[in-house]
């Protein structure tokens, strides 16, 4: 369920309360299902012992508070009472609340927290519920809150630019993507202190017209001031005298002196200063990058939030990676000047690569995780030292590549606000930091196409470099031509490579990059590739360039904060060049030492098993098994299923339940049609099954296959 979703039901619900139905009204104003709230009111689900009272197992306790003559009890009372119940507790509800519609008291029973409001401000309170709708609270609440919100804001000024200036080009999609990313870092930098307090936005409400005709011209100038250095600038008009230099390259215009900036009517001009208006210095570039990119992209943007690649996830990578290895080597290196300046040398030359970057994730948790340890080394220095520490991490040590414009975008702002964040950390701790403006560097990232650039030419390369990321996964079946082309590029010799999940291409490309460099690799993946026919495809060709896994996350499931949404089985996997440096496999909290990780990665030599079409002893053999090559015209879902027998019973002698590998895995149903050669006639009597065998012939002829047209003759039959 959605956030926006949640909040709209909640106002809704407080608009107009209804006592007798409020527990139901706030189930399902978190998405709990009508069948589930309808046996709860009959009784069928409901455990509770006390009348009045609702207990569902494992979800919520809610008990209202009664009145009476001498003394009502308070909802904390009333809960409190309810958690020394043994029969409460046995049925583990998450959440207990009691209200009296003036006070309203909840308990969270996995955080052990307390929620006590006045009622009506209980819309304000939805995020301690958010388990409810399937998302968690902890990572929504400390990662998306903040940014989930700006987000949204964002795309509607979006829609209202784009409405009034339609992109005819890829450069003009290109120049808005661009005026986004610089609108954000003006909003930031005005509530974090990089410009004076309300200083874009100020300028906005007070020299526009309230027609929005000349707030271009202005933002136009506003960017050019900030690109111009002081010793270039001449008399500036009084209304940009404050802005200052930014540098940076991020606004800077090949295409000429002035910016290219949309069009702004009234009510954009409106929502722009609406936006002024609200906090951005809460936002995490870690986090909102991606979310950001919803902003232009209206799939993702219905679900704003939960397609970020969550903290704690990323940490895997980084920490197996070199993370960890930094750490050790500081804790050896305490009590010792020398060995602590020699480790922080050791930082100052490493470079951090993602290959498939997107908007910044990757590179902005490595950058602030490297500046906190550098934090740590520098205060155990001056436990040995008088020396007044000054960071040495640049954000120009980072390095990505992108296929996506406005992501490529992001991922360059996204790691300038991660600077301006640390460097606030850094003042708080140690009392100074280097001046946020102007911007001394950029991240090293490029746009274009990983596959096909050389990555040596992006990041020379080398044992101090990381590469580093969670690339695209398509399996083979769902790769886009120009995919199918990527993986051609880097594996033509393969046999096979086009079986390959797509995630194989980087896979291969980051083995050469290895064996050229010497660099390690830590890629996040579908497990699929150390799996069944994959696993020689893929595995045979990166041993022999002399390659070697470092380390394995087994198989767990990487998701978003989304609780009810389906995550992707995945592996982290590590490489590098054959060493007798130690080896370890992560199986969810534990960390072995192991002699070798094989392909299938486990502890074992690195055996590869071939696939063959004949068995090695006596089994019998493996077929095909059934194919309807349909066009899904043969095969019916539940709902199809019910409608086509309630229309048509005599339609019920051709239908088959279908138990397929996704049927049986995930508890699915799915019926087919299946007709015999004899009862051909007569099923076609059936309008609805004749329509349904007319398309099969039509999909059939039209493949370019001699095998599929020959089986237009028989439109009833599955293919095989």
């Known amino acids: 369920m959605k956030l926006s979703d949640v909040i709209d039901n909640l106002t809704k619900l407080l608009a107009s309360v209804d006592k007798e139905s409020f527990v139901y009204d706030f189930l399902a104003a978190f998405g709990t299902p009508k069948a589930t709230i309808a046996r709860l009111k009959s009784g069928n689900l409901n455990v509770a012992k006390k009348a009045g009272s609702v207990l569902l197992k494992g979800k919520v306790y809610f008990e209202p508070v009664t009145k009476d003559l001498l003394k009502s009890p308070s909802p904390r009372e009333v809960l409190e009472a309810a958690l020394q119940n043994p029969q409460i507790e046995r049925n583990k509800p998450r959440f207990l609340f009691s209200t009296d519609f003036k006070e309203f008291v909840a308990y969270d029973t996995k955080r052990k927290e307390w929620l006590e409001v006045v009622f009506k401000d209980l819309g304000n309170h939805y995020t301690f519920f958010l388990p409810l709708a399937g998302m968690e609270k902890t990572s929504f609440q400390e990662e998306t809150d903040a940014d989930v919100r700006a987000a949204e804001q964002m795309a509607k000024l979006h829609d209202l630019i784009l409405a009034d200036n339609p992109p005819s080009s890829k450069a003009e999609r290109h120049q808005l993507n661009v005026f986004l990313t610089r609108l954000l870092f003006c909003y930031f930098a005005e509530d974090t202190g990089i410009f004076p307090d309300q200083l874009f936005t100020n300028a906005i409400e007070s020299y526009t017209q309230s027609d929005g005709s000349d707030v271009g011209g202005l933002l136009q100038d506003i960017f050019l001031v900030l690109n111009t250095e002081p010793a270039s600038r001449k008399k500036l008009k009084p209304h940009l005298a404050e802005f200052p230099y930014v540098n940076g390259g991020l606004f800077n215009d090949t295409t000429g002196k002035r910016s290219v900036v949309p069009q702004f009517t009234g009510k954009s001009r409106l929502k722009l200063i609406d936006l002024g208006n609200k906090s951005w210095k809460e936002i995490n570039p870690d986090i909102f990058g991606s979310m950001f990119q ?242 020689p495809i893929l595995w045979n060709p990166l041993l022999k360039k002399g390659v070697e896994i470092s380390f394995v996350h087994q198989s767990f499931t990487w998701s978003n904060n989304a609780k009810g949404k389906a995550g992707v089985t995945c592996v982290i996997i590590g490489l590098r060049r054959v060493s007798n440096e130690p080896k370890w496999i992560y199986r969810d909290e534990l960390k072995r030492r192991c002699s070798n990780i094989s392909p299938y990665l486990i502890e074992a030599p690195n055996t590869i098993i071939y696939s063959r079409r004949t068995p090695i002893s006596k089994v019998p053999p493996v077929v095909f098994g059934n194919m309807p090559n349909d066009r899904g015209f043969l095969l019916l879902d539940r709902t199809e299923h019910d409608l086509l027998i309630e229309k048509q019973p005599k339609a019920k002698r051709f239908i088959r339940q279908l138990l397929g590998a996704e049927e049986f895995i995930d508890n699915r149903e799915r019926f087919c049609l299946w007709i015999k050669e004899d009862e051909v006639d007569i099923a076609k009597e059936i309008p609805e099954i004749k329509d349904r065998i007319d398309e099969v012939e039509k999909e059939r002829l039209k493949s370019d296959r001699a095998s599929t047209k020959k089986l237009a003759s028989v439109p009833y039959q599955f293919g095989e």
Request: aromatic share 10%; net charge negative.
């Open 294 to 535: 919803g902003v232009v992209d209206e799939e993702v943007r219905a679900d704003l939030g939960m397609h970020y690649t969550s903290v704690p996830n990323i940490m895997k990578v980084i920490q197996s990676l070199f993370l960890d290895d930094l750490y050790e080597e500081f804790e050896k290196a305490k009590g010792s000047e020398s060995k602590l300046n020699s480790l922080l040398n050791r930082i100052y030359r490493l470079r951090i690569f993602d290959p498939a970057c997107g908007s910044g994730n990757f590179l902005i948790i490595s950058y602030k995780e490297l500046r906190r340890l550098e934090m740590a080394i520098f205060k155990e220095l001056q436990t040995l030292t008088s020396q007044l520490p000054l960071s040495g991490i640049h954000v120009s040590q980072f390095y990505g590549i992108e296929i996506d414009d406005f992501a490529h975008e992001v991922a360059i702002l996204a790691m300038w606000l991660a600077e301006h964040q640390m460097n606030v950390e850094f003042k708080i701790e140690f009392g100074d930091a280097p001046p946020s403006l102007p911007l001394k560097e950029s991240a090293q990232v490029k746009h274009g196409n990983s596959i096909i650039l050389k990555w040596e030419v992006v990041c020379e390369g080398g044992n101090d470099v990381f590469v580093l990321g969670n690339p695209p996964y398509q399996g083979a079946r769902k790769q886009t031509v120009s995919q199918k082309e990527d993986l051609l590029h880097v594996g033509a010799e393969i046999e096979g490579v086009n079986n390959l999940d797509y995630i194989g291409a980087f896979f291969l490309k980051a083995a050469n990059y290895v064996q050229k460099t010497g660099s390690s690799v830590g890629f996040v993946s579908t497990n699929s590739i150390c799996q069944g026919e994959q696993v």
